[in-house]
């Protein structure tokens, strides 16, 4: 700033101020030489002198003079233009101590001009001003520069704080001496707090912008083109630049992604035009790296007709690959439905409202105008038989989360004028569901599959029928072997019972050797028969539920003596070892001796007759915390893994060469499944081919002694 000194007058006041007292003072000085007749030039030289010296003298005193009016005036003039304001003059004295305050400085201060008059403006200033810049002005008043704006803070007579903005020139004499200081001071607190608030408020604008995810920014569109007015400082994580940079709208321009840089400047120029508001998504490369963007702004229209766009930049770039994970599994799932050829059908219950896929359209036989989108034109095609049922599914599902799972019979294509009396085609189909429920519980969506199950239900009435016509024949044909065998054993009892009496020639000698031979033949034949027909009988009576058990205490190891004398000739005309285990001291059981030794017996006679010469047949029984359990093993043929379930079942053989020298009904291992079971127990065989088997029968606890008076005496207590 330069710097000014108030000078006295021009060329043209110089003049008029020395010229006319010199003038005066020769014509007087002439005037005296005439009248004394001076006699020597030297004293008329020394009289000039002296009356030059004169003039100068009257040429300076006039010319303070005049200094001083000129000084006065100007003060007075300050003085005016102060007065038709707030501001106030003041003035130093080369000291810089005040000489003069107005009135209008005691308005501002609250105290009158007195209190510092005769004081520097030091004693004006507060220590909350800062150092430097007080420094710097007290360097300029001492190098008598002029000021302008200078603004400190001071205290106000009641202690309240008030800012003041001082300007000043320095004021010299007519000899270009520094006489002090004039100038104009104002009261700007008013101003300087609402600069402060304002600063303060775009300080926090700029923190809470710099805060928001993303990046705030301000962009003018005029017709000389786009202006980054601002921009927070999340736009560095952004766009990879710093914020300074981003002020440069090219910088942010190069960094838009090539493909979408004309589709983004022509939505913007649209937005621009149309004075409206924009939403952009776009990506950006940032060090080789693609970010999706989105950006949305509010647009304000300027007088000029620029528009201002106030808008956030956000990364949306997981949200993005989110998408397209969404849209991948959304593609994969239609794939899927496509493929199943189901429907899928959505349920808004807020609105009441329903979405259809195009199968679900396919598999009505209707129009998506026809069917519309309320469940009542849905409900309206089910048969009314059905409608019930599936309403009650509905509300089971919704209020106490049951299974949706239903299947109705649905009229297919245009219904007729009078359905539901009207004839028209039903197709079954199975509805299934789940239920998107709010933070609250409630149900709010259900969404399912449409499922055309008539060809199934064609096939599953098919099935019943035959199961029933499979039933009723098995019916008959137990019904036929029970009345057989009834009609077999009554003539088979006396061919045994003649074949015997012959044998043992008990109505005398026969004669012929060869007839008692003949007659032992027929009476081993006909009591094979007789046990074939047993077990057919047996068999029968268990698949007709007419096989009781005559149940009593039993003790097994007697059971197993009885038997095992049974089979042991058999077993030593064929080269066999018989074993029976020691068994432990056994509680007795509780079943049907009959039907145990029938398990026995036919479980012995099967490992007798499938074990080769020289082998082994072993009979066990063992009593546990699980029951009591008979077990026979043998080191016969066994049985191929994959002709176990065949050789358990009614009339099911293992296919290998040894069975087929033997023969039989292959109801053995069967029944004796089927009397374990009836007892409440279980039977377990265990095989390997060329090494033998093992047959396990198990009965529960509950059938043993000891398990059945615990059983009692609990009982007892809790009555």
């Given at each position: 700033?330069?710097?000014?000194?108030?000078?006295?007058?021009?060329?043209?006041?110089?003049?008029?101020?020395?010229?006319?007292?010199?003038?005066?003072?020769?014509?007087?000085?002439?005037?005296?030489?005439?009248?004394?007749?001076?006699?020597?030039?030297?004293?008329?030289?020394?009289?000039?002198?002296?009356?030059?010296?004169?003039?100068?003298?009257?040429?300076?005193?006039?010319?303070?003079?005049?200094?001083?009016?000129?000084?006065?005036?100007?003060?007075?003039?300050?003085?005016?233009?102060?007065?038709?304001?707030?501001?106030?003059?003041?003035?130093?004295?080369?000291?810089?101590?005040?000489?003069?305050?107005?009135?209008?400085?005691?308005?501002?201060?609250?105290?009158?001009?007195?209190?510092?008059?005769?004081?520097?403006?030091?004693?004006?200033?507060?220590?909350?001003?800062?150092?430097?810049?007080?420094?710097?002005?007290?360097?300029?008043?001492?190098?008598?520069?002029?000021?302008?704006?200078?603004?400190?803070?001071?205290?106000?007579?009641?202690?309240?704080?008030?800012?003041?903005?001082?300007?000043?020139?320095?004021?010299?004499?007519?000899?270009?001496?520094?006489?002090?200081?004039?100038?104009?001071?104002?009261?700007?607190?008013?101003?300087?707090?609402?600069?402060?608030?304002?600063?303060?408020?775009?300080?926090?604008?700029?923190?809470?912008?710099?805060?928001?995810?993303?990046?705030?920014?301000?962009?003018?569109?005029?017709?000389?083109?786009?202006?980054?007015?601002?921009?927070?400082?999340?736009?560095?994580?952004?766009?990879?630049?710093?914020?300074?940079?981003?002020?440069?709208?090219?910088?942010?321009?190069?960094?838009?992604?090539?493909?979408?840089?004309?589709?983004?400047?022509?939505?913007?120029?649209?937005?621009?035009?149309?004075?409206?508001?924009?939403?952009?998504?776009?990506?950006?490369?940032?060090?080789?790296?693609?970010?999706?963007?989105?950006?949305?702004?509010?647009?304000?229209?300027?007088?000029?007709?620029?528009?201002?766009?106030?808008?956030?930049?956000?990364?949306?770039?997981?949200?993005?690959?989110?998408?397209?994970?969404?849209?991948?599994?959304?593609?994969?799932?239609?794939?899927?439905?496509?493929?199943?050829?189901?429907?899928?059908?959505?349920?808004?219950?807020?609105?009441?409202?329903?979405?259809?896929?195009?199968?679900?359209?396919?598999?009505?036989?209707?129009?998506?105008?026809?069917?519309?989108?309320?469940?009542?034109?849905?409900?309206?095609?089910?048969?009314?038989?059905?409608?019930?049922?599936?309403?009650?599914?509905?509300?089971?599902?919704?209020?106490?989360?049951?299974?949706?799972?239903?299947?109705?019979?649905?009229?297919?294509?245009d219904l007729p004028d009078t359905w539901p009396e009207g004839k028209c085609e039903l197709r079954w189909?199975?509805?299934?569901?789940?239920?998107?429920?709010?933070?609250?519980?409630?149900?709010?969506?259900?969404?399912?599959?449409?499922?055309?199950?008539?060809?199934?239900?064609?096939?599953?009435?098919?099935?019943?029928?035959?199961?029933?016509?499979?039933?009723?024949?098995?019916?008959?044909?137990?019904?036929?072997?029970?009345?057989?065998?009834?009609?077999?054993?009554?003539?088979?009892?006396?061919?045994?019972?003649?074949?015997?009496?012959?044998?043992?020639?008990?109505?005398?000698?026969?004669?012929?050797?060869?007839?008692?031979?003949?007659?032992?033949?027929?009476?081993?034949?006909?009591?094979?028969?007789?046990?074939?027909?047993?077990?057919?009988?047996?068999?029968?009576?268990?698949?007709?539920?007419?096989?009781?058990?005559?149940?009593?205490?039993?003790?097994?190891?007697?059971?197993?003596?009885?038997?095992?004398?049974?089979?042991?000739?058999?077993?030593?005309?064929?080269?066999?070892?018989?074993?029976?285990?020691?068994?432990?001291?056994?509680?007795?059981?509780?079943?049907?001796?009959?039907?145990?030794?029938?398990?026995?017996?036919?479980?012995?006679?099967?490992?007798?007759?499938?074990?080769?010469?020289?082998?082994?047949?072993?009979?066990?029984?063992?009593?546990?915390?699980?029951?009591?359990?008979?077990?026979?093993?043998?080191?016969?043929?066994?049985?191929?893994?994959?002709?176990?379930?065949?050789?358990?079942?009614?009339?099911?053989?293992?296919?290998?060469?040894?069975?087929?020298?033997?023969?039989?009904?292959?109801?053995?291992?069967?029944?004796?499944?089927?009397?374990?079971?009836?007892?409440?127990?279980?039977?377990?065989?265990?095989?390997?081919?060329?090494?033998?088997?093992?047959?396990?029968?198990?009965?529960?606890?509950?059938?043993?002694?000891?398990?059945?008076?615990?059983?009692?005496?609990?009982?007892?207590?809790?009555?």
């Amino acid at each position: 700033m330069p710097h000014h000194r108030l000078r006295a007058g021009s060329l043209k006041t110089l003049q008029s101020a020395f010229v006319p007292p010199v003038l005066s003072a020769l014509a007087a000085l002439a005037a005296v030489y005439a009248v004394s007749g001076a006699r020597s030039s030297g004293q008329i030289i020394a009289g000039l002198a002296c009356l030059g010296a004169a003039g100068t003298a009257a040429a300076f005193a006039y010319r303070a003079q005049s200094h001083a009016r000129q000084q006065a005036d100007r003060l007075a003039q300050l003085e005016h233009i102060a007065a038709a304001s707030t501001d106030w003059t003041w003035a130093t004295d080369r000291a810089l101590r005040f000489t003069h305050l107005s009135a209008k400085f005691e308005a501002a201060f609250g105290f009158p001009p007195s209190r510092v008059i005769g004081q520097t403006c030091d004693v004006l200033m507060s220590e909350e001003n800062d150092p430097g810049e007080i420094a710097q002005h007290r360097a300029d008043l001492r190098a008598q520069h002029s000021f302008r704006d200078v603004t400190y803070q001071s205290r106000r007579a009641d202690g309240r704080p008030i800012w003041v903005r001082v300007s000043g020139v320095p004021v010299v004499d007519e000899r270009g001496a520094f006489n002090g200081y004039r100038g104009v001071a104002s009261d700007v607190t008013a101003q300087f707090l609402a600069e402060e608030a304002a600063r303060a408020a775009q300080s926090q604008l700029v923190e809470l912008t710099d805060s928001i995810p993303g990046a705030v920014v301000q962009i003018r569109h005029d017709e000389a083109g786009l202006q980054i007015l601002f921009v927070s400082a999340g736009i560095e994580s952004l766009y990879g630049v710093d914020k300074a940079q981003a002020y440069d709208i090219e910088k942010l321009i190069a960094n838009i992604h090539h493909d979408d840089v004309d589709r983004m400047g022509a939505e913007m120029e649209a937005a621009y035009h149309a004075h409206r508001n924009f939403h952009l998504e776009y990506r950006i490369v940032v060090d080789g790296k693609v970010k999706w963007i989105r950006a949305q702004a509010v647009a304000h229209v300027e007088r000029s007709g620029s528009v201002v766009w106030n808008g956030l930049l956000t990364d949306i770039s997981r949200l993005k690959t989110a998408e397209a994970k969404l849209r991948e599994q959304q593609d994969r799932y239609e794939r899927a439905v496509r493929a199943s050829r189901d429907g899928v059908w959505d349920y808004d219950l807020r609105t009441d409202t329903l979405y259809y896929s195009e199968r679900c359209y396919e598999l009505l036989g209707v129009t998506p105008d026809v069917l519309g989108d309320k469940t009542a034109t849905f409900i309206e095609r089910v048969h009314p038989h059905d409608r019930e049922r599936l309403r009650e599914t509905i509300r089971g599902h919704i209020k106490a989360g049951t299974p949706y799972d239903v299947e109705v019979r649905i009229a297919v294509g245009d219904l007729p004028d009078t359905w539901p009396e009207g004839k028209c085609e039903l197709r079954w189909f199975r509805l299934r569901a789940e239920t998107e429920r709010d933070g609250q519980g409630q149900a709010v969506r259900i969404a399912g599959i449409l499922s055309n199950i008539d060809e199934l239900k064609r096939q599953e009435r098919e099935l019943i029928a035959a199961r029933e016509r499979a039933e009723l024949a098995n019916k008959s044909k137990t019904e036929f072997l029970a009345n057989m065998s009834h009609e077999l054993r009554t003539p088979l009892n006396a061919v045994i019972g003649f074949a015997e009496v012959i044998e043992g020639e008990l109505l005398g000698p026969l004669g012929n050797p060869k007839y008692q031979s003949y007659a032992g033949d027929i009476r081993e034949s006909g009591q094979h028969l007789l046990n074939l027909i047993n077990d057919i009988l047996d068999h029968a009576k268990i698949e007709a539920g007419r096989r009781e058990l005559h149940e009593e205490w039993l003790l097994l190891p007697d059971l197993i003596k009885g038997t095992v004398r049974l089979v042991r000739e058999r077993a030593v005309d064929r080269n066999l070892t018989l074993n029976v285990l020691p068994a432990d001291e056994l509680p007795r059981v509780f079943a049907d001796q009959r039907g145990l030794k029938q398990i026995l017996l036919n479980l012995l006679t099967n490992a007798i007759k499938f074990t080769p010469e020289g082998g082994e047949v072993t009979v066990g029984v063992q009593a546990s915390g699980n029951g009591v359990w008979i077990e026979v093993t043998d080191t016969g043929i066994g049985i191929a893994s994959e002709d176990i379930d065949k050789a358990m079942s009614p009339f099911g053989q293992a296919n290998n060469w040894l069975t087929r020298q033997h023969e039989g009904t292959g109801l053995g291992l069967a029944l004796c499944k089927q009397l374990a079971e009836l007892h409440g127990g279980r039977l377990d065989l265990e095989s390997e081919l060329e090494r033998g088997t093992r047959v396990r029968v198990t009965l529960p606890a509950e059938r043993l002694e000891k398990a059945a008076a615990e059983q009692a005496q609990a009982t007892a207590k809790s009555a």
